[in-house]
């Protein structure tokens, strides 16, 4: 909301222009005419609520491929997805790059990410509504440094640049009978059935799995301690029944000539490829609608399922919120509904 001070000394008459909004910092200007103040009062007012506005004349001064560029060479390099974010700041380079920073609106942004979701990519098909989203947030991140580190930016019009509905996360898990199948069908690949054996029992990934080296197995300590994890901290996974076994086993008969524990017959430092043993062993279980990455979400529904909490397995599979394991969070209603009933029966007493 604008409001106009009229200010009268020896001098003359002057307008004093105040404009608070909710979230924004205030900002004021004097002028000699009434008119004037108004005119600006109205503008400014407008373009705040519009995320037009920024008080620092860096916003004027620098456009949004200059962001980027100082992005890409200060920031970039130190991130694990850098070639694919780069790849999304050059697209938004080539719509809005042209822009100071100044008029870079959430509407201007928004109409921008309609054009990325109706793009035709490589292969025919259209952006997900997932990726799209990681282009708004590589865009996100820029303009945040911008506003807090650079001072460019007063406030990032991302805040108000909505992001797409993502479908729920996939939840597709072994039943008992479909992971004896796939078990016994991956027994006459060694290589394989060690790979899948430590993938249901420690949760982790397939290239964690794949890139393991000696140096990071505890046989002693029964743990694995990944040190270059997708979220970028480090992560011990206990060994645990079978899958210790197995390791033990590979241990005593392990190639010199390299440190991983899945290594190329070939290549012995480069990982095996396991790619058409794996769809030759879900052919032979017939077992369908089901991949690699989909261990990982069957080592987290077995866990809800015998009574670990959503904390327990965002610990396991290393996430750092709750928000990508609540779509286990149905499988531990069992539980959940036992713990209730221990709590009743203990305050309450037991059913008569």
């Not at 608070?20 to 109205?42: I, M, N, Y």
């Not at 620092?56 to 070639?83: F, M, V």
């Not at 509504?129 to 820029?142: F, H, P």
């Not at 270059?228 to 086993?249: F, M, Q, S």
Request: charged fraction near 30%; charge should be positive; hydrophobic fraction near 40%.
């Amino acid at each position: 909301m604008a409001t106009i001070e009229k200010r009268t000394t020896a001098e003359g008459t002057s307008y004093r222009v105040k404009i608070r909004l909710r979230g924004q910092s205030v900002q004021t200007a004097t002028f000699a005419r009434l008119s004037d103040a108004k005119r600006w009062g109205e503008q400014t007012a407008a373009a705040m609520r519009e995320g037009r506005h920024f008080a620092t004349t860096e916003a004027k001064r620098h456009t949004l491929n200059d962001a980027i560029a100082r992005y890409k060479a200060e920031n970039l390099p130190r991130l694990k997805d850098a070639e694919v974010r780069a790849g999304q700041l050059t697209w938004w380079g080539r719509e809005l790059g042209g822009y100071v920073l100044a008029d870079l609106t959430p509407a201007r942004i928004s109409e921008a990410r309609e054009k990325l979701a109706r793009e035709t990519i490589q292969g025919g098909g259209i952006r997900s509504d997932a990726t799209i989203n990681r282009y708004l947030a590589a865009l996100s991140v820029v303009l945040a440094t911008c506003a807090k580190s650079w001072e460019w930016l007063e406030i990032s019009p991302m805040r108000r640049v909505e992001k797409r509905k993502e479908p729920r996360g996939r939840v597709r898990y072994l039943s008992d009978d479909e992971r004896e199948r796939l078990l016994g069908a991956c027994r006459d690949h060694p290589d394989l059935y060690a790979a899948v054996m430590l993938a249901l029992t420690t949760g982790a990934r397939r290239m964690e799995i794949m890139s393991l080296s000696w140096g990071q197995v505890d046989l002693s300590r029964r743990v694995i301690l990944l040190e270059d994890t997708k979220n970028g901290e480090r992560r011990p996974l206990p060994i645990v029944g079978p899958a210790l076994d197995i390791l033990r086993e590979r241990a005593k008969v392990r190639r010199l000539d390299t440190d991983l524990v899945f290594p190329g017959r070939t290549h012995p430092k480069q990982p095996v490829d396991l790619r058409t043993p794996w769809e030759t062993a879900l052919r032979r279980a017939s077992i369908e609608n089901f991949h690699w990455h989909d261990l990982r979400h069957t080592t987290a529904s077995y866990l809800a399922m015998n009574g670990a909490g959503l904390q327990e397995i965002a610990a396991v599979l290393g996430h750092k919120t709750l928000a990508m394991v609540k779509r286990y969070a149905h499988l531990s209603h069992e539980h959940v509904a036992g713990v209730m009933e221990d709590m009743a029966g203990k305050i309450f007493g037991g059913s008569k």
